[in-house]
């Protein structure tokens, strides 16, 4: 029998019961619908962390503060989790090789008001290169410069989030906002860079570091009479140089820190591109995990067409008996059967992966995250729904091709 005669008969056999074929679908559809979603989801986040990663500067080190516990020989030991602006200048002397800019910063909350509008916004006291490592671009006017640093001028630029969320469509070039009761005159506002996921980077403001020391952060910027720091961005020339310039940091600033070999750091120097794969990591491992909980539900919806297949063989087994007498093998019976369970589960397929089309679509739409359709994703879906159709529609095919002729004529 021709393959296009065993899938009429099938599409009849499925058409006979309507509603016990769209229920048998059901858990194939939610299954591959979930497949195709959430692959699609995972792999748009994984755009979306590098795509944000590189734009927040190329071949960048990070050195950040950080705290440390214990102590050689099981002794308990707090170290002070602090970078200082010395840190910096000892950086900025020249002593690392490979590096074509270093920038500090220091970064608060602090409330931001212009007019009747107000509300807490991050406020980072930089130099003028933190623009070109971290690769802002300026909207419009300008960003700070060397002379607003050594001037301790009172000037300020905005993200693009707060300059909307302040002056709305007017620019606010040449106004005046307060910042902790403190006058600036806002002299830029940057393109939006958008949400790193876990911080928006348009909803900042950015002043003069040696302004914010005198003028803004006072006391809590300092500690043991030094100033302090959050994060020094080190720009590297090449990626080759990376590993090689965190070593040479963290050997001079270990020794900054009067810390010995043994001792642990009480700094971190983040390389973007280990920053990078682990955030990858993450999200490929929630994608996998998530997946995984999708199979279940394609695993489900197999064993329900097995369950209906071999219902559909106890009620067809005078038919089964008739065909096989008068000629039907059975290896016509058994691809028979299998074609009807193939034909629903890449039925169900087929309509789970513009089901999950459709939701990836939604996702995207709502603007959270732009979900990447790949063509394997869907081809691996679809594999799936078949693999899904072969394996569990051969047990009823295999019993409806055995059945005795004279057994399945006499059947009641």
Known sequence: MLFSE??????????????????????????????????????????????DIQSSGTNLLTVSAGRSFGAPGGGASQQASHLYYSDYELL???LVNNVTVIVPSYQSSYIIKFGDESFSVSVTGVTANYQEVRSYDVANGRFITEGDNKSEAFVAVLGSQTAEDLFGS????????SVNGIKFKVVGVLESKGSTGFASSDDTVFIPLQTGYIKLFGSIATFNGKKTIDNIYVS???????????????????RSHKLAASDDLDFSVQNQTDTLETLSSITDTLTVFL??????????GGIGIMNIMLVSVTERTKEIGLRKAVGATKNQIRTQFLIETMTLSV???????????????????????TAVITA?????????????????????????????????????
């Open 236 to 254: 590297v020339e090449s990626t080759e140089m990376m590993d090689t310039v965190s070593a040479q940091i963290e050997y001079m600033i270990r």
């Open 376 to 412: 394997d994703s869907i081809l691996l879906a679809f594999f799936f729904s078949l693999a899904i159709g072969v394996f569990f529609g051969l047990y009823p095919a295999f019993r409806a091709a055995n059945l005795h002729p004279m057994v399945a004529l006499r059947y009641e």
């Open 170 to 177: 007017l620019s606010p070039i040449g106004k005046t906002v």
């Open 92 to 94: 900025q002397r020249g």
């Open 6 to 51: 065993n899938f009429k008969i099938a599409i009849r056999a499925l058409r006979a019961n309507k509603l016990r074929s769209v229920l048998t679908m059901l858990g194939i559809v939610i299954g591959v619908a979930t497949v195709v979603a959430l692959l699609s989801i995972g792999k748009g986040a994984t755009a979306s962390i590098t795509s």
């Open 347 to 369: 039925l169900g397929g087929v309509i789970g992966i513009l089901l999950g089309i459709g939701i990836a679509s939604i996702v995207t739409l709502t603007g959270l995250i």
């Open 291 to 300: 997946g995984a909980i999708a199979g279940i539900s394609l695993l489900v």
